[in-house]
């Protein structure tokens, strides 16, 4: 698998989402309706192991164990508001995201969340489709890491994450 934030730096890469404008609005519809069927393909793949609930799934240890039991991966309905993936679609997106983290073992956190993306892009042969995923996964989760929450306000940032050069304050690899 290719990686490219070898070295790291969490603050810089939530600052680039601070800086950055949302540029959703500038998407093509034919790239979101693209984004939406590759993501419907991908849930169709997974969905007899999906167990939508209205618990908390923010445990990693604890869903890893129930997903080793049960083979089953619990997908949590509450604050399903996104503007990138609207209703069902973001809890479809949750499910193949969170299958990633369980099926080679994951864990939340910003390492984890690379790993995830790494192998969401290497299934994915769209370079702005790569760049969506980069903005939704890898620069809110260090926005979640730098402020302690995610923004108010979700961003999509089109971004050539290959090409950025960060000084190294965490190595990942």
């Known amino acids: 698998m290719k990686t490219f934030l070898k070295n790291y730096d969490v603050n810089q890469l939530a600052n680039i989402y601070l800086r950055y404008k949302?540029?959703?609005?500038?998407?093509?519809?034919?790239?979101?309706?693209?984004?939406?069927?590759?993501?419907?393909e991908q849930f169709e793949l997974i969905a007899d192991k999906i167990l939508f609930t209205n618990e908390s799934c923010d445990d990693y240890e604890e869903n890893k164990e129930?997903?080793?039991?049960?083979?089953?991966?619990?997908v949590n309905?509450?604050?399903n508001n996104s503007?990138?993936?609207?209703?069902?679609?973001?809890?479809?997106?949750?499910?193949?995201?969170d299958d990633i983290h369980y099926y080679y073992n994951l864990p939340f956190g910003f390492?984890?969340?690379?790993?995830?993306?790494?192998?969401?892009?290497?299934?994915?042969?769209?370079e702005q489709i790569k760049q969506i995923l980069f903005s939704e996964i890898v620069l809110q989760t260090a926005y979640y890491e730098k402020f302690g929450k995610f923004p108010d306000k979700q961003k999509v940032i089109l971004i050539n994450y290959e090409k950025l050069e960060l000084p190294s304050?965490?190595?990942?690899?």
């Open 66 to 74: 129930f997903y080793k039991k049960t083979g089953m991966i619990k």
């Open 111 to 126: 390492d984890g969340e690379l790993q995830t993306f790494y192998h969401h892009v290497s299934l994915i042969s769209d």
């Open 83 to 97: 503007i990138l993936f609207p209703g069902e679609l973001n809890l479809y997106f949750r499910a193949w995201h």
């Open 22 to 40: 949302d540029q959703f609005n500038i998407l093509p519809d034919n790239l979101i309706e693209k984004l939406h069927i590759m993501l419907m």
């Open 169 to 173: 304050t965490i190595n990942c690899m």
């Open 77 to 79: 309905r509450l604050n």
